[in-house]
């Protein structure tokens, strides 16, 4: 039997919104700064949560480290960081559930994995949403170098991960409401297909 096309809707958006989430994480881009008194006019700092890039236009070069520590040490930065990497290892384990919930190998599928794979996605999805967007509202709290600041690539992509990781935990998630209780009984004429026959010898 095939599975439905919502439980493969799922198995596909949540992957990208992990896909987005760990491009959120390692890129240092969730805040930019311009106009740094003392520096190159051309210069533009590069934030994120595990290093700093500052980028010189004039000479199209660009140097990275993790020494800023009045940047650093702003509670927001660490706790980022863990949020971000529970969410990651959170959507691996929900999608690693669902998939075998799923199953291409046996002719039923496990509606309970399914249902609690999707349900760990979608507190993935939270997890991942609740840094970007606190980091966003503290923006301006976070020492800086310059008054001139603005949101990085970094918050939208990690919005857009969380968003899509909501979304495809909670098809998977009821799912089980939807064929569940209709026990989706396999095509006879397909069951024979799905059934692993050791003894059976094609010529």
């Known amino acids: 039997m095939r599975?439905?096309?919502?439980?493969?809707?799922?198995?596909?958006l949540s992957p990208c919104g992990w896909v987005l989430d760990l491009t959120s994480m390692m890129v240092p881009h969730w805040r930019t700064v311009h106009?740094?008194?003392?520096?190159?006019?051309?210069?533009?700092?590069?934030?994120?949560i595990?290093?700093?890039?500052?980028?010189y236009g004039t000479l199209s070069s660009i140097s990275c480290d993790?020494?800023?520590e009045d940047y650093f040490d702003h509670r927001i930065i660490e706790?980022?960081?863990r949020m971000m990497v529970a969410s990651l290892i959170m959507t691996a384990i929900g999608l690693a559930v669902a998939t075998f919930g799923v199953r291409c190998w046996s002719p039923r599928p496990r509606w309970t994995g399914v249902c609690l794979g999707g349900f760990v996605i979608v507190c993935s999805g939270l997890l991942a949403i609740m840094p970007v967007a606190w980091y966003a509202h503290v923006l301006n709290d976070i020492s800086s170098p310059s008054t001139e600041m603005h949101l990085g690539v970094c918050i939208f992509l990690g919005y857009l991960g969380g968003i899509m990781e909501v979304l495809g935990?909670?098809?998977?998630?009821?799912?089980i409401w939807l064929y569940g209780h209709k026990g989706l009984e396999?095509?006879?004429?397909t069951l024979e297909e799905t059934q692993w026959r050791p003894w059976r010898i094609s010529a």
């Open 79 to 81: 706790t980022a960081k």
């Open 50 to 55: 595990w290093h700093t890039c500052s980028y």
């Open 186 to 189: 396999p095509d006879p004429s």
């Open 3 to 12: 599975s439905p096309c919502i439980v493969i809707f799922g198995l596909i």
């Open 35 to 48: 106009n740094i008194t003392g520096e190159d006019p051309g210069m533009v700092l590069y934030q994120g």
């Open 66 to 68: 993790s020494d800023d």
């Open 169 to 175: 935990g909670f098809v998977l998630f009821v799912a």
